[in-house]
């Protein structure tokens, strides 16, 4: 796994290691060709195997996963229109000490080490992509840590793949390769970062930086900055479980996200022992934690003083995520242009603080974790905020749907309630999702917050 250093102030997550995987077929015979990556022809049949590695995701409601496996040759392979039959090939996972199969759904040929999600994948190349069912079991790729999938997982061929012609393209054999390393797309593009407050307190944090930026650190451009507070969970030391626990911060990397919304996303995580000192217990309530995330924001801010646009920093949260948001934006009222809490709760007798500051916040009514009226730690939800919001003074927008329908359905409703607002002249909106409706746990309500483009652009057009 990409290695990630601890205690430094902006440590570079270093990338995978190449090393030499076990070749699962012998040299090509003298005499004979096949078609190398640079057009020479090469041995058709057995390829030798070059490295092997697995590619994550992650996803909104079942976190991090290993998703494929992809198999890197010496020469470049044309399947020539042949669907690949994922019987071909036999994939076993090594976790927690428990050796399992995973299911292989497709196989098809790339040029790149990463999933294809087209109908038809595919294009004549040097790596061979073998998807993996995401559904199996053994398919996680974390606990509360990182689980450790360095040559994890298994990889053997038991059947040749032969042309439409019969000729063979590529031939089973009797070893198995394991994977070397691990490729966890946008996770990988956020560095590992440190900050050590005035106090001596410290955080670690991932930062991703907007293309722009690096090409150019002296450029004039000034892009906004995402702070993403993680939930009760992900507190812990791997720097690593606030990017892959919940897709919160990634999606805000996503490359279409960037080319729309090119930003800065500072990513913090708390460290253990958690600390849990805080008005009401809750960790960025606690004062040690959050002196240092005003700080280290303060910091980054000053740090990027040419690049950081101070009227558009943003606060999304989910769960105690979003209880620290409540509690930030009524410590600096003035800093942050708009916030997205997610499963949240507060201190109405503090809301009258913060009416002028844009919030679309969400919350299942269901919710056991944190209730949607209750709220946690004697500190009521966001139903309870939103009212007393509304009678300081807040113009509140509220809307209530399923939080499983397909994702146009989600987005149009949800524009339905910005077209409400906008009405209205509302920067404070609400959207409460119906009983039942919320996939796996009702506390996990943040599943589609972060995928669902109409509250996101929303986010990106307040300013200061």
């Not at 603080?353 to 974790?369: N, Y």
Request: no cysteine; aromatic share 8%.
């Amino acid at each position: 796994m990409r290695g990630i250093t601890r205690r430094t102030a902006l440590a570079v997550t270093a990338g995978a290691v190449a090393a030499p995987a076990l070749n699962t077929a012998p040299a090509a015979a003298a005499g004979t060709t096949t078609h190398t990556s640079e057009g020479r022809r090469a041995a058709p049949g057995p390829h030798p195997v070059l490295r092997t590695d697995l590619v994550t995701r992650v996803t909104p409601r079942n976190n991090w996963l290993v998703t494929a496996v992809v198999l890197q040759y010496a020469h470049r392979i044309d399947l020539r229109g042949v669907v690949v039959p994922p019987s071909a090939f036999q994939v076993k996972a090594t976790v927690g000490g428990q050796t399992a199969a995973r299911t292989v759904t497709r196989v098809y040929s790339g040029t790149t080490a990463e999933v294809d999600d087209r109908s038809h994948p595919g294009r004549p190349g040097d790596r061979l992509i073998i998807e993996l069912d995401p559904n199996d079991p053994n398919a996680r790729a974390a606990g509360t840590d990182p689980l450790p999938l360095d040559r994890a997982y298994s990889v053997t061929q038991v059947a040749d793949v032969h042309a439409q012609d019969g000729e063979p393209v590529l031939k089973a054999g009797p070893f198995a390769s394991r994977n070397d390393g691990v490729i966890t797309p946008l996770v990988d593009d956020f560095t590992a970062g440190s900050f050590t407050d005035s106090t001596g307190f410290e955080l670690d944090f991932r930062l991703y930086r907007p293309a722009g930026f690096v090409r150019d650190p002296r450029t004039r451009t000034r892009y906004p900055l995402v702070v993403t507070l993680h939930g009760g969970g992900e507190v812990a030391d791997n720097n690593m479980t606030q990017l892959t626990s919940n897709r919160i911060a990634v999606t805000f990397a996503e490359p279409e996200r960037q080319r729309r919304n090119p930003a800065f996303v500072l990513a913090p995580q708390i460290p253990l022992p958690r600390p849990m000192d805080g008005p009401d217990g809750t960790d960025w309530t606690d004062t040690r934690v959050q002196g240092a995330l005003i700080e280290l924001i303060d910091t980054f801010v000053r740090e990027h003083t040419r690049s950081v646009d101070t009227s558009r920093l943003y606060l999304v949260g989910l769960s105690s995520g979003g209880r620290g948001i409540y509690s930030l934006l009524v410590k600096r009222p003035a800093m942050f242009a708009a916030a997205l809490p997610t499963a949240g709760w507060g201190d109405p007798a503090t809301m009258d603080r913060i009416t002028h500051i844009p919030i679309w916040a969400d919350h299942s009514i269901d919710d056991p974790v944190v209730p949607y009226r209750e709220g946690r730690f004697g500190k009521p939800g966001t139903w309870t905020l939103m009212n007393a919001l509304e009678t300081a003074g807040a113009r509140v927008s509220r809307g209530e749907w399923a939080n499983d329908l397909p994702k146009a359905q989600f987005e149009a409703r949800s524009r339905e309630l910005l077209r409400q607002a906008r009405a209205t002249r509302s920067h404070t909106l609400f959207t409460s999702y119906t009983p039942g409706t919320t996939p796996v746990n009702p506390h996990l309500s943040w599943a589609q917050t972060y995928e669902n483009d109409v509250v996101i652009d929303w986010l990106f057009e307040q300013s200061r």
